[in-house]
């Protein structure tokens, strides 16, 4: 199903995408060589909490993973690169960490996700990659606004990481967001112009460019979660949950 979401609830929405950011942006900070997957996940937890949150993964237990989830935040590291499972790891100097969060507040949700390198050194191909992303979500966005259509948005994310070289896996890609974390309609990261659903204002999506370096295979770990490249190769991801609105679309994980 589609939501529209009423102005009030934008206006909330706003808040909760605050607080995504908020907490991304705190532990990107925190994060340093040494630091435990499972600190990660316990600062988000405790962030979530001081804020009156509610987490939208802890309990969270779809077909396509081994449910429930039991953690506040994904964290892939370099070859994991979507629904990553915190576990015990300890991050050295290099390493591409992508942190994925969605929390609900005043009964909306909202989505966003990062990616970075751990400490001081910059493997380029690592910088280039969580920029093609980058640029992917920035394209997407614009791309994005009332009468345009998924395929639009599809087709301004597929366009930039193609061009970049990457290839495309189009199991998982974007989706509508509102009282719940997934909704439809699914925004694949490539697409055909002028294909799909129609854009109205008040629709909340998540886009959600991400990309491996060299295969579009995803193999799962014995997890059961957390998904990585079938080559073992590096990957990256970024995401923002965007609303459209009267005349283009407004980012709502922005920190405040
Ligand atoms: N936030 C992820 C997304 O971007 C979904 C994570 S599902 C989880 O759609 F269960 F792994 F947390
Ligand atoms: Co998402």
């Known amino acids: 199903m589609v939501e529209i979401l009423s102005p009030a609830e934008v206006s909330r929405a706003r808040d909760t995408g605050a607080l995504v950011a908020d907490i991304l942006r705190t532990a990107r900070s925190r994060t ?32 396509f993973g081994r449910g429930p989830f039991g953690h506040y935040i994904c964290t892939g590291v370099n070859d994991a690169v979507l629904h990553g499972l915190p576990h015990d790891y300890a991050l050295a100097d290099g390493d591409l960490l992508t942190l994925d969060l969605a929390v609900s507040l005043g009964g909306v949700a909202a989505d966003a996700a990062i990616s970075f390198i751990v400490g001081e050194s910059r493997p380029p191909e690592s910088v280039a990659m969580i920029r093609a992303t980058e640029r992917a979500l920035s394209a997407g966005i614009a791309a994005a606004g009332p009468g345009a259509r998924t395929g639009d948005i599809s087709h301004a994310i597929g366009a930039v990481l193609s061009a970049e ?12 967001i509102g009282s719940t974390m997934h909704q439809d309609p699914h925004v694949a990261n490539t697409g055909r112009r002028g294909r799909g659903y129609k854009l109205r204002p008040g629709l909340m999506l998540a886009l959600e460019p991400w990309v491996m370096a060299d ?26 949950t965007i609303a459209i609105t009267h005349d283009g679309a407004e980012i709502i994980t922005l920190p405040r």
């Open 165 to 176: 070289g990457y290839p495309i896996n189009t199991e998982f890609g974007g989706h509508g």
């Open 32 to 63: 340093t060589v040494g630091t435990n997957l499972l600190d990660i996940d316990q600062w988000a937890q405790a962030m979530i909490q001081e804020a009156g949150a509610q987490s939208c993964y802890v309990d969270y237990a779809p077909s």
């Open 215 to 240: 295969t579009a295979e995803l193999v799962t770990d014995p997890d059961g979660w957390t998904l990585r490249s079938a080559t073992g190769c590096r990957t990256a991801h970024s995401e923002h």
